[in-house]
C-alpha cells in the first residue's frame, strides 16, 4: 500500500524551521533503527563485543543501528554535528531516505528554537542503551536514543522503545516513539499521577557501587526499582511508575542523558549531576557525566540535598 503524505506535511517537509525538521527526521530515523533491533535479535547472533569495564557490551544493534542513524541525519543536515556512543561511521549503502514524522511537523516550533542554524546543533545518539540488558533478553530496559542540543543545551529528544508491549501478547503493537521539544511538550506517551503514599527512586541493575547505593540509603524510598538504561529510567520517571532517578556513579555518558533530559524538562521536570549543576552537550565536552545523575519530574531540590557529602566529594563535577 501506497501512503499518501499530505501535501501541507510535503511542503513543511521543507519549510518547517530546522529543529522541527530534525525531530521529525529523528523519530523516523529512530522507528528504523528500532526495526533493525528487532531484525538482528529474532535473527539470532547478537554479535557482542566487550568494551572493558564493568557490563559494558556492544552489539551488531548497536553498531548497525548508530551507522543508520548518522547516515539518514548526516544527508540531510551536513552541517549538523552527530556524535553517537559507537563511534561508528554512516553507512552509504543504508537507505538514507526515510522521511519525517507527520506529528512533528505539524506542531509549532517554539519562537527561541525558530531561527537556528545546523552549525549550533549537536545531536547526541545513543543507538542502544541498556545493551548489557539487551544481551540478556531484558528487551524493554532497550532504547534507541537522539538528544538535540543547540548551542551546548538539551533542547529535543527521541526516545524509542523498540520492545514496547513485548510481553503483552502476539497481536499487540511492538515498539513505541517517545518525542520532546522543551517549549512545546512531550508526545507519545500517558502520564499517571505518581503515587503520594510512596517514594519510588529508579537505578541502575547493571553498573551499581556503594556510592550508587549510599544515596539511595540515604533518601529512604519505600521502593527501589533497579533498571536498565537511561531511556527506559526517565520513561519511568515521566509515566509517573518512579519519584526519581538516582545513579551518583560516572558511567553515563552525555549520549545517555540529551534525549531523555530534553523530554523530561519539557515536562517540567530536571535532570543534574548530583551537586545540582546542569549537564552541557556542546560538541567538546567531556562525553561522561562524571558527578552522577539525578532526574525528578518534581521536588528535583530536595533529592539533591539528600545527596551525602562523602558521595558529593566523590564525584566531582
Ligand atoms: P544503567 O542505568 O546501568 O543502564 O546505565 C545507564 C547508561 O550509562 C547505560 O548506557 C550504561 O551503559 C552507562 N553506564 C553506567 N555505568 C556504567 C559503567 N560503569 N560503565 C559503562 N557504562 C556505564
Ligand atoms: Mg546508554
Ligand atoms: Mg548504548
Known amino acids: 500500500m501506497k501512503l499518501e503524505l499530505h501535501s501541507d506535511t510535503v511542503s513543511k517537509m521543507s519549510t518547517a524551521p530546522l529543529l522541527m525538521r530534525l525531530v521529525a527526521s529523528s523519530v523516523r530515523a529512530a522507528d528504523k533503527a528500532a526495526e533493525l533491533v528487532r531484525k538482528i535479535m529474532k535473527g539470532g547472533d547478537l554479535g557482542i563485543i566487550d568494551k572493558g569495564g564493568l557490563n559494558n557490551f556492544q552489539t551488531e544493534a548497536d553498531r548497525s543501528c548508530e551507522r543508520l542513524i548518522r547516515a539518514t541525519l548526516s544527508s540531510q543536515y551536513p552541517e549538523v554535528t552527530i556524535i553517537g556512543e559507537e563511534d561508528e561511521k554512516s553507512d552509504s549503502s543504508a537507505d538514507a531516505k526515510c522521511g519525517m514524522d507527520e506529528e512533528v511537523l505539524s506542531k509549532e516550533c517554539p519562537d527561541y528554537l525558530q531561527n537556528i542554524k545546523q552549525n549550533e546543533v549537536v545531536v547526541w545518539v545513543d543507538p542502544l542503551d541498556g545493551t548489557a540488558e539487551f544481551t540478556q533478553n531484558l528487551l524493554d ?63 541502575t541493575r547493571s553498573h551499581s557501587n556503594k556510592q550508587v547505593n549510599d544515596c539511595i540509603e540515604n533518601m529512604t524510598p519505600t521502593e527501589v526499582v533497579r533498571v536498565g538504561g537511561a531511556g527506559n529510567k526517565v520513561l519511568k520517571l515521566i509515566e509517573g511508575k518512579a519519584h526519581a532517578y538516582v545513579f551518583a556513579s560516572p558511567g553515563c555518558k552525555k549520549w545517555d542523558t540529551c534525549a531523555p ?8 521536570g530536571k535532570l543534574t549531576d548530583v551537586h545540582g549543576n546542569t549537564l552541557h552537550y556542546q560538541a567538546d565536552v567531556k562525553v561522561q557525566n562524571t558527578a552522577g545523575v539525578i532526574a525528578a519530574c518534581s521536588d528535583h531540590d530536595w533529592y539533591i540535598k539528600k545527596v551525602p557529602q562523602s558521595v558529593k566529594d566523590v564525584l566531582k563535577a
Do not use: C
Open 141 to 203: 530496559h532497550v532504547t534507541v536514543l537522539i538528544g538535540i542540543a543547540v548551542n551546548g543545551k538539551a533542547v529535543a529528544g527521541v526516545i524509542n522503545q523498540p520492545f514496547y508491549n513485548y510481553k503483552a501478547g502476539p497481536d499487540a503493537k511492538l515498539g513505541r516513539t517517545i518525542w520532546g521539544v522543551i517549549g512545546l511538550g512531550a508526545f507519545g506517551f500517558k502520564r499517571n499521577d505518581l503515587p503520594k503514599d510512596s517514594m519510588i527512586i529508579t537505578t
Open 261 to 268: 533530559e530534553a523530554i523530561l524538562h519539557a515536562l517540567g
